[in-house]
């Protein structure tokens, strides 16, 4: 199948600082990319979804000038938490799918963010 | 909008042992997805299985199975001579058709310990 990948796979930073999750289709193009969160022992939570070259469509709730979400590239998506605190600790896992090529969504490995 | 309920949040069964892990959905859609997705302790997500709406054949991938019943909208996992290696996090999913770029709903996951 097809691999995505996410850097950094982890992440400590201070209260105040801005950390940015890169997420990569490696070897198929990703017309539209999705930004999840999960929380210890829960499901995931989509937070948005990006199409490549447009503004990103977040779900009900999720700030989006918090978390900033860009799609320049058709193997790119990066997603960045400004101003963390310490509340916005969290595993962060996209998925990436190519539009009219595939029905399948897949998964990157996930970034885990701990805010101090 | 569409819902999926898993009602089992943690299951336990000897190793070789047959499992079965219930899901049920809500939806108004003809043409749509569903799927079972595998989170083991690294928190990879890996698709186990997949099944079109529109497919009346239950979908196999070697010792996992569905029971698809597209009426009672009732989507169970089966998973025969269960190993060790399938201890995880299985999330049952929605996704509406049309291309892959639709956001995939989960439930809420079912725990699943293989003893020895």
């Known amino acids: 199948g097809a691999v995505v990948s996410q850097h950094p796979s982890r992440v400590i930073c201070k209260s105040g600082t801005s950390v940015k999750i890169e997420c990569r289709s490696l070897?198929?193009?990703?017309?539209?990319m999705f930004w999840y969160r999960q929380f210890p022992k829960q499901s995931l939570m989509l937070m948005a979804t990006?199409?490549?070259?447009?503004?990103?469509?977040?779900e009900q709730g999720v700030e989006k000038d918090k978390f900033l979400i860009n799609h320049a590239s058709l193997t790119l998506s990066t997603l960045t938490v400004t101003s963390a605190h310490p509340e916005d600790s969290s595993f962060y896992i996209c998925?990436?799918?190519?539009?009219?090529?595939?029905?399948?969504?897949?998964f990157g490995p996930g970034t885990r963010l701990t805010v101090l | 909008a569409q819902t999926v309920t898993q009602s089992q949040p943690e299951m336990s069964v000897q190793e070789a042992e047959t499992v079965t892990l219930s899901c049920t959905y809500d939806?108004?859609?003809?043409?749509?997805?569903l799927f079972w997705y595998k989170q083991p302790p690294s928190r990879q997500m890996i698709l186990v299985i997949r099944?079109?709406?529109?497919?009346?054949q239950n979908a196999t991938e070697n010792r996992f199975s569905v029971n698809f019943q597209k009426a009672a909208k009732s989507f169970s996992l089966k998973i025969s001579d269960s190993q060790l290696g399938d201890t995880a996090m299985y999330f049952c999913?929605?996704?509406?058709?049309?291309?892959?770029?639709?956001?995939?709903?989960f439930g809420k996951g079912t725990r699943l310990h293989i003893l020895p």
């Open positions: 099944q079109e709406a529109y497919k009346q």
């Open positions: 990006s199409n490549e070259g447009s503004k990103a469509t977040y």
């Open positions: 998925s990436a799918s190519n539009r009219g090529a595939t029905d399948t969504q897949y």
């Open positions: 939806t108004s859609e003809n043409n749509y997805y």
């Open positions: 999913a929605f996704m509406k058709g049309g291309g892959g770029d639709d956001k995939i709903i």
């Open positions: 070897d198929f193009q990703a017309t539209t």
